[in-house]
T-cell receptor
Framework: EPEVTQTPSHQVTQMGQEVILRCVPI?????FYWYRQILGQKVEFLVS????????KSEIFDDQFSVERPDGSNFTLKIRSTKLEDSAMYFC??????????????FGPGTRLTVL | AQKITQTQPGMFVQEKEAVTLDCTYD???????LFWYKQPSSGEMIFLIY??????QNATEGRYSLNFQKARKSANLVISASQLGDSAMYFC??????????????FGTGTRLLVSP
């Protein structure tokens, strides 16, 4: 069964460093998303991406964040200068469409980011 | 105002029994979708079931069913014949404006389910 994959599973970085989180969405999906979950809290939307551009973003997704689809399979989230409060689990998700039952978003296993 | 409210931080159920996890939502959009996800201790988010606001029947997927009461704005998840592997965190989520291009899911705070032998 197709699935979303994410690498690395755990990333430890120093405050101020840049990190790139990688995702391979399900191959025939067209919409891609990043969410984050701070430990013990609910899952929060960061950004959605379609047709090589951001279609929606949250207030959390400020200038420190960027997303890219560098090739036909990968989808990346870059945090330019990490802060302590960026420590969280980051989930990538993908969906085939954006309306009705077919818009179910399938999540990857997550990358746990720890900023020291 | 909270868009998605899950009032049960924790629930306990015995193996083979049924359990209902509550979810209420708040939206003025007539077109929306409701989702339930399971998050085991390993951390991944597993899609369980979907209900569209215009769906006439309650959604079912195997042992999972969604008790959708539109007038009360509730979308409770019912797990029948609980198994030990059902022990996990369960999140209710909503997406508004289906078909408009807005895609974000809004999640509740989750309910931790513990199934005992």
């Amino acid at each position: 069964e197709p699935e979303v994959t994410q690498t690395p599973s755990h990333q430890v970085t120093q405050m101020g460093q840049e990190v790139i989180l990688r995702c391979v969405p399900i191959s025939n999906h067209l919409y891609f998303y990043w969410y984050r979950q701070i430990l013990g809290q609910k899952v929060e939307f960061l950004v959605s991406f379609y047709n090589n551009e951001i279609s929606e973003k949250s207030e959390i997704f400020d200038d420190q964040f960027s997303v890219e689809r560098p090739d036909g399979s990968n989808f990346t989230l870059k945090i330019r200068s990490t802060k302590l409060e960026d420590s969280a689990m980051y989930f990538c998700a993908s969906s085939w469409a954006s309306g009705g039952a077919s818009d179910t978003q399938y999540f990857g296993p997550g990358t746990r980011l720890t900023v020291l | 105002a909270q868009k998605i409210t899950q009032t049960q931080p924790g629930m306990f159920v015995q193996e083979k029994e049924a359990v209902t996890l509550d979810c209420t939502y708040d939206t003025s959009d007539p077109s929306y979708g409701l989702f339930w996800y399971k998050q085991p201790s390993s951390g991944e988010m597993i899609f369980l079931i979907y209900q569209g606001s215009y769906d006439q029947q309650n959604a079912t997927e195997g042992r999972y069913s969604l008790n959708f009461q539109k007038a009360r704005k509730s979308a409770n998840l019912v797990i029948s014949a609980s198994q030990l592997g059902d022990s996990a965190m369960y999140f209710c989520a909503m997406r508004e404006g289906l078909g408009t291009g807005f895609q974000k899911l809004v999640f509740g705070t989750g309910t931790r389910l513990l199934v005992s032998p």
